[in-house]
């Protein structure tokens, strides 16, 4: 993907959101915006033939689940409370210390489960020789040393380095975008340099050997191969199947897709619907669908499925947007997807002058064991540091607690407090 929208472009958007140049701020769907503003549409429709599709979100998933992530409460207020600056951190680049503007780094996804925070990236390459996919870890990580897949070319780096691996999917393709980890299973979106696009998707239960599950290759409405897949967004549904969704560039074009059956590694996919951006409803007068460099499918606890999409406009500054999700049978009698737009964060890449993050590179969101909203997000490409080395910086965007739960656990402190001086006095 990669490119920015241009001056021209950018203004007339500054100019319908009622602005003169680009105005910086924030805007969220109040929670009881009548339905006739936001296009109401359900998560279920029938389609020609009478048989209904259902897009709910699974809502049952626990904190380190193999199949799916946990669902977000409240995603609209969590977007609200994410600190607008991040926690600052870096990694060291490895094996893919390569990486340049022309071939950057597309996507960020922490790994599921407890314990140290690990991360899966991806990036363009230069040529198909060059590794795809690569994994982050704390330096003093041992990490698992399971053998690798043998349809990887797997790549190490020298102790220390803390991107430890990196894997080519032994393509010819030299651009693998924006994907997304749910649970143990990885969406990886590839394209360029060779016919066609595909979607593969991995088991990374074991990241330093990730199993190659099945191959998706991107077609059109009509069957017709695509060659454009700079986004690959999966997300598990409430009767067991997945939604797959491919960007084509820029994501200003999505394809939707709806598992025929439970098993990501052998179902076929139904084709639902050829998604246009000039088709975006919204809640909150913004009626502009970014150029995101990374669209995250998100489970809302109200079953409700969110699409959260980063990226960078003309002016430099970095925003993540929130859709909501629904279906709906169209005058033909077939599926069609609605997207409603329902608030925009506008996040702080740089800290003290120096850039450490960039929503046009890789981002990703992740819902931790305490429920809050995380949001990670990096360079483009590695900077030279101390020694040699090259390494990528990275921010990590956190949601605050609701005020009430900070009011009940100052209350819990006050009676575990208490306790103790009865029982003391006793």
């Known amino acids: 993907m990669g490119g920015l929208r241009s001056v021209a472009a950018g203004a007339a958007i500054a100019l319908s959101m009622g602005a003169s140049g680009c105005a910086v701020h924030d805007a969220y769907q109040l929670p009881a915006a009548p339905s006739s503003t936001i296009g109401a549409a359900g998560s279920c429709a029938r389609d020609r033939d009478g048989e209904e599709v259902c897009l709910r979100a699974r809502t049952d998933c626990s904190f380190d689940a193999l199949d799916c992530d946990p669902a977000l409460v409240d995603p609209v207020g969590q977007l609200r409370r994410l600190a607008p600056d991040g926690q600052p951190s870096s990694f060291g680049a490895g094996p893919m210390v390569s990486v340049a503007r022309p071939n950057h780094f597309q996507t960020v996804q922490r790994l599921a489960g407890a314990g140290p925070a690990r991360f899966l990236v991806t990036r363009s390459t230069a040529t198909p020789r060059e ?9 003093d990580r041992a990490g698992d040393r399971g053998p690798a897949a043998a349809d990887l070319r797997i790549a190490t780096s020298r102790p220390g380095n803390r ?11 030299t651009h693998a975008g924006g994907g997304q980890r749910v649970g143990r299973l990885f969406a990886v979106p590839l394209e360029r340099d060779a016919a066609g696009s595909e979607v593969f998707i991995y088991d990374v239960s074991r990241p330093s ?30 009767d067991g199947h997945y939604l797959l969704v491919i960007g084509r560039r820029h994501a200003n074009r ?13 179902t076929s996919w139904r084709y639902i619907d050829d998604w246009s951006e000039r088709e975006l ?14 669209l995250a499918l ?4 109200d079953g409700a499925l969110y699409m959260l999409g980063s990226h960078r406009d003309w002016t430099g500054h970095d925003w993540l947007d929130l859709h909501r999700l629904g279906v709906e049978r169209d005058p033909r009698g077939g599926l069609s997807m609605v997207i ?25 969101s992740y819902v931790g064991a305490d ?24 921010m990590a965007f956190v949601s605050a607690p609701k005020p009430a739960t900070r009011a009940r656990i100052a209350t819990s402190r006050a009676r575990t407090r208490q306790r103790h001086v009865r029982a003391a006095v006793k």
């Not at 409803?281 to 990374?294: C, H, K, L, S």
């Not at 998100?298 to 606890?301: L, R």
């Not at 737009?341 to 450490?356: N, S």
């Open 340 to 364: 409603t737009k329902v608030a925009r964060k506008h996040l702080r890449c740089y800290l003290g002058g120096t850039e450490h993050c960039d929503l046009d590179a890789g981002a990703g």
């Open 254 to 266: 999505l394809d939707f897709y709806r598992s025929a059956t439970t098993d990501v590694a052998t």
């Open 209 to 238: 050997s990730p199993r190659l599950l099945s191959i998706v290759p991107h077609v059109g409405p009509a069957g017709e191969a695509v060659d454009q897949a700079g986004t690959a967004s999966l997300a598990a549904l409430a």
């Open 163 to 173: 991107l430890t691996r990196a894997f080519d999917t032994g393509t010819r393709y």
């Open 281 to 294: 409803r919204t809640a909150i007068g913004d009626r502009d669908f970014g150029d995101y460099q990374n």
């Open 371 to 394: 429920g809050r909203l995380r949001v990670y997000a990096i360079t483009r490409r590695p900077a030279p540091r101390r020694g040699g080395s090259s390494a990528v910086a990275m």
């Open 298 to 301: 998100v489970p809302g606890a």
């Open 131 to 139: 590794t795809d996919f690569g994994l982050v870890e704390p330096w």
